[in-house]
């Protein structure tokens, strides 16, 4: 029997493996031995892409915090009252955390262990204050309660939009765009006056 011939890897290739193996184990808990059984290929192939695993981290958080930040540039984010601004930016945050449910898993899990896990956690800081400066801004509108401390509830919604990471499942029971509907409305509804 003739052995099957191994699928070629590039670099977004290699990079879609190692973060679904990242989120699957945990960047710490994952090998690169791992990623190199999960893509087929030798570990020694790996490196004629990437230096590391770091640099393969690197490449999904990037992946995740470019989606992220792509939103606040959307007209939606930018353009009407901040209610709808937030409303936008709340659904949207959700739809792309289903898009990229991988890296947003790794991104979400993350502790600061390493410098490229510092600088997600800084970018991922500077997004959410930008979002809290939106709430402040919807709050001052009226459209939003004015009770709740800015930061607190975007660290709450995002807390909400951030845990499907641990148990969505596109299992056929909610559609990414019914549970990105159902975030808006709990999150949001909270915030109403």
């Known amino acids: 029997m003739r052995a099957e011939a191994r699928k070629p890897y590039d670099i977004e290739s290699l990079t879609n493996v190692a973060?679904?193996?990242?989120?699957?184990?945990?960047?710490?808990?994952?090998?690169?031995?791992?990623?190199?059984?999960?893509?087929?290929?030798?570990?020694?192939?790996?490196?004629?892409?990437?230096?590391?695993?770091?640099?393969?981290?690197?490449?999904?958080?990037?992946?995740?915090?470019?989606?992220?930040?792509?939103?606040?540039?959307?007209?939606?984010?930018?353009?009407?009252?901040?209610g709808a601004r937030l409303e936008h930016v709340v659904r949207r945050v959700a739809e792309v955390t289903f898009d990229l449910l991988p890296e947003l898993s790794v991104l979400f899990r993350i502790r600061g262990n390493s410098p490229t896990e510092l600088e997600a956690l800084a970018h991922r800081r500077r997004f959410d204050r930008t979002v809290a400066s939106l709430v402040r801004q919807a709050q001052n509108e009226g459209s939003v309660r004015s009770d709740i401390d800015p930061g607190v509830a975007t660290r709450l919604i995002f807390g909400m939009s951030n845990s499907t990471v641990e148990w969505f499942r596109a299992d056929g029971r909610s559609s990414p765009g019914e549970l990105a509907d159902a975030i808006c409305k709990v999150a949001l509804g909270g915030l109403k006056i």
């Open 19 to 82: 973060v679904r193996v990242f989120a699957e184990r945990g960047y710490d808990g994952a090998s690169m031995d791992d990623v190199a059984r999960a893509a087929g290929i030798t570990k020694a192939s790996i490196y004629h892409h990437v230096t590391g695993k770091e640099a393969l981290l690197g490449r999904g958080l990037r992946r995740a915090l470019d989606a992220l930040s792509a939103i606040l540039e959307e007209p939606g984010s930018n353009r009407g009252r901040a």
